[in-house]
């Protein structure tokens, strides 16, 4: 992988111990990316790699659906990130109550806003696209840069008036 700088794992939380804290993650990945050609797909390699992990070694559902939102997250929000802030750009996936988190940081203190939804504008609608899709956005401003974390489902919702 051309642009990853560092990867980390941190070990996963028992189940059981899950049931009874909600929000600790059962899988997290942390990956520093520099820029370099190709780390936008390697960032988009990681978060499927992830997901299948939390699959295979955890038994999470993660529909098809979310495995390509997760990875068109990343790819947005890392895109926008070595677009507009110099230097690395940190990646951190997380599982944890049903959905992954997607976390990007980087350097830049300015915190993004989406536009008014436009046809016929050319590019800059990563942010809007990403709002669209995803179940939780927020954005914080750090010491140094911001953070951007995205939330998402990780198994399919039935569709409202469906029943089984």
């Known amino acids: 992988m051309n642009g990853v700088l560092q990867a980390g794992v941190r070990e996963p939380v028992a189940r059981e111990e899950c049931s009874r804290m909600p929000d600790e993650a059962l899988a997290e990945l942390i990956v520093?990316?520099?820029?370099?050609?190709?780390?936008?797909?390697?960032?988009?390699a990681c978060a499927a790699d992830f997901l299948t992990r939390a699959q295979t070694d955890h038994g999470l559902p993660v529909s098809a659906r979310a495995m390509d939102l997760a990875q068109l997250v990343v790819s947005e929000l890392v895109t926008?990130?070595?677009?507009?802030?110099?230097?690395?750009?940190?990646?951190?996936?997380?599982?944890?109550?049903?959905?992954?988190?997607?976390?990007?940081?980087?350097?830049?203190?300015t915190l993004p806003r989406a536009r008014a939804t436009?046809?016929?504008?050319?590019?800059?609608?990563?942010?809007?696209?990403?709002?669209?899709?995803?179940?939780?956005?927020?954005?914080?401003?750090?010491?140094?840069?911001?953070?951007?974390?995205?939330?998402?489902?990780?198994?399919?919702?039935?569709?409202?008036?469906?029943?089984?």
Do not use: S
Request: aromatic residues 4%; negative net charge.
């Open 80 to 109: 926008n990130a070595l677009k507009y802030a110099p230097g690395p750009v940190l990646l951190e996936l997380r599982v944890a109550a049903g959905a992954v988190e997607i976390t990007v940081w980087d350097t830049d203190p």
């Open 118 to 164: 436009d046809a016929d504008r050319v590019g800059q609608h990563g942010l809007e696209i990403v709002m669209a899709v995803v179940d939780g956005f927020e954005v914080r401003r750090e010491p140094v840069g911001k953070r951007i974390t995205a939330r998402l489902a990780l198994a399919d919702r039935p569709l409202p008036g469906l029943h089984g």
């Open 32 to 44: 520093a990316l520099d820029g370099a050609v190709g780390c936008i797909a390697d960032a988009r």
